[in-house]
């Protein structure tokens, strides 16, 4: 009897866990950076005057410009939530360990009281 309170216990913290451990599957969070957009198409180099080439080179470097600073945003966005997520996984091995440490000072306490009440 004495173990059937301890494991409903020890389950109870077990069952916490791994439903902490195991969320369903949430949509991905908008990014706070720029869009990508898509690369400017260069002109055909057998008809494209020098204007037009001029002009695209200096399309392709703004668009390049953008799309490194968007790199860079969701880079720094990247470390970020990877950050986050370290923080988050200490958290919860400290509430895991903390749990399992109520669990075995709760079935050390059971056991006490058990082994006190068959010597009487």
Known sequence: MKYV????????FVGSAVAQETPPAAPVPPSSCAAFTPA??????????????????????SWQATTQATLDCRS???????????ARTAELEAANAA???????????????HARRNRH
């Open 5 to 12: 309170l301890a494991a409903a216990i020890f389950a109870m």
């Open 40 to 61: 400017p198409t260069a002109p055909d180099a057998s008809h494209a005057t020098a204007e037009q080439m001029n002009a695209a080179v200096a399309s392709y470097q």
């Open 76 to 86: 720094a966005e990247r470390h970020s939530l990877s950050a986050q997520f370290q």
């Open 99 to 113: 749990n399992q440490a109520a669990a075995d000072a709760f079935q050390a306490q059971l056991d006490a009281f």
